[in-house]
């Protein structure tokens, strides 16, 4: 067994390796731009803005290399990654892809920027305001162009505006000539037989994904985007409350679960049975998040005179509160949801049970258990649960995902601040260091969770061979 544990844990090396890849790419490929995201709500003035967005792209490394190495076309260069805003770089990306020819796009951008500041540099009389800001807009809008059509409705807007005013398009003449000079080299030179070369280019261990995957395996989760607090803790201040939660449901479905399948297995047919089958065919069809509303309704509020509980949340005790206080505070905020989430595990579990033991009491072994003269009790726990374990093993691998991973109605329901209600609000504020660390560690416990059932299994059998020796 030893040896298959080491092996197994050998294994979990690559595994670990294409789940980060999968997770990382997936965060890459994900639409919006993180910069944006980190810095809304921030109140930067728009003539700071690509100051603090350039500082909060090195920041979270976004202005290096996503991988060690790309596969692309000759036609693009190996510092697209630099080009900054995003949206400024997707749209030298769209470019390329119609025109190949980088150099002469590069040139064109390049004067775009200096126009710009050119343009920037300049205090407009109160009378050629309006002119004025009509060329800003035009120019600011040209970066994220990328349509022909529209890169020149841009340029004409630029040029109208400045006709408007003779002493500004003096000032700037030589540079907006230039610009349209460089525009016009882009449709002229144009290298489309580049983009079906193929090409490599290598990054080394300066790149995001390498940063990205040595920060996680020393606990560094990154930055989230919304309020820029570390991952790490936001997942710990979450995971407390859903571990006590889950474990507490998962421990309690187990211990009722297991007794009431095996005495449905025992009794079979008898009226004792059939009820119990009943009730629970009748829990397992009523939806835990439909429960979770009455018992919110009936229980928690005085309206209908059952005012026992409360609704769970983060509780305003006062600093002072003695620990009595505090645990009666707790307790009277967990037992409703727990009891959401234990009873739809107990009725399936409850079945699983009474099906394994069902068919484990009618094996050969059984009789034999008999004939020798043991009591029921042995015969039954001792001789058909052991040959039973096995739905309950496998059932069991799933529990380390579930505990860490919580029910997301449930939290929402009962306002409980754990992993379930912080996974669905980073994907509804598009906080994907958040998302895509959830997703690893969920990852990294199903794992486990299939190391420690393949374990039991061979506890629970011993027949089972771990050591792969008489295998052929």
């Not at 907006?176 to 016009?184: G, P, T």
């Not at 997301?408 to 994907?427: C, R, T």
């Amino acid at each position: 067994m030893l040896q298959y544990l080491l092996k197994r844990l050998l294994l979990f090396v690559p595994m670990l390796f294409v789940i980060s890849f999968i997770a990382f790419g997936l965060n890459q490929c994900t639409p919006g731009d993180p910069v944006d995201a980190a810095l809304e709500g921030s109140g930067v003035m728009p003539s700071a803005y690509l100051r603090e967005y350039r500082q909060k792209a090195a920041a979270l490394e976004l202005d290096k290399p996503p991988f060690y190495f790309t596969l692309t076309a000759v036609a693009y260069p190996d510092t697209l990654h630099k080009i900054i805003p995003q949206r400024n770089r997707e749209a030298a990306t769209a470019l390329i892809a119609q025109f190949g020819n980088w150099p002469e796009i590069s040139a064109y951008l390049q004067q775009l920027a200096a126009f710009k500041t050119k343009l920037d540099d300049l205090r407009p009389d109160p009378a050629a305001k309006d002119q004025f800001n009509l060329a800003m807009y035009a120019t600011e809008r040209l970066p994220q162009t990328y349509q022909p059509a529209s890169i020149q409705a841009g340029l004409d807007s630029i040029g109208l505006a400045l006709a408007r005013n003779p002493a500004l398009q003096q000032k700037v003449a030589s540079e907006f000539e230039a610009l349209q000079q460089a525009y016009r080299q882009i449709g002229s030179n144009q290298s489309r037989w580049k983009l079906y070369i193929p090409t490599f280019h290598g990054y080394g261990f300066h790149n995001r994904y390498h940063n990205w995957l040595i920060g996680i395996l020393k606990g560094d989760f990154g930055t989230s985007l919304k309020d820029g607090r570390k991952v790490s803790v936001k997942i710990k201040e979450a995971v407390n409350w859903t571990l006590s939660l889950t474990i507490t449901a998962i421990l309690l479905a187990y211990l009722l679960s297991v007794p009431i399948g095996v005495y449905s297995a025992v009794h079979q047919g008898s009226k004792t049975e059939r009820v119990v089958s009943v009730f629970l065919f009748g829990l397992d069809s009523m939806p835990n998040f439909w429960m979770a509303s009455l018992l919110i309704i009936f229980f928690t509020t005085p309206e209908y005179g059952m005012d026992f509980f409360r609704v769970l949340g983060p509780a305003s005790l006062p600093a002072d509160a003695s620990f009595g206080e505090r645990f009666f505070s707790a307790l009277t905020g967990i037992i409703l949801p727990v009891f959401c989430l234990t009873y739809t595990a107990l009725a399936y579990i409850s079945r699983q049970v009474r099906t394994s033991m069902i068919t484990a009491l009618k094996q050969d072994y059984i009789r034999t258990a008999r004939a020798k003269g043991l009591t029921a009790s042995q015969v039954v726990w001792k001789h058909a649960f052991r040959n039973a374990l096995f739905p309950l093993i496998t059932m069991f691998a799933s529990v380390f995902p579930a505990a860490l991973a919580g029910s997301v109605i449930i939290e929402q329901i009962f306002n409980i601040p754990g992993m379930g209600q912080l996974m669905i609000k980073s994907i509804q504020g598009d906080d994907w260091p958040v998302i895509y660390t959830i997703l690893m560690l969920a990852s990294l416990l199903t794992m486990i969770g299939i190391l420690v059932a393949d374990l039991l299994y061979a506890v629970a059998d011993p027949r089972v061979d771990l050591s792969n020796k008489n295998r052929k």
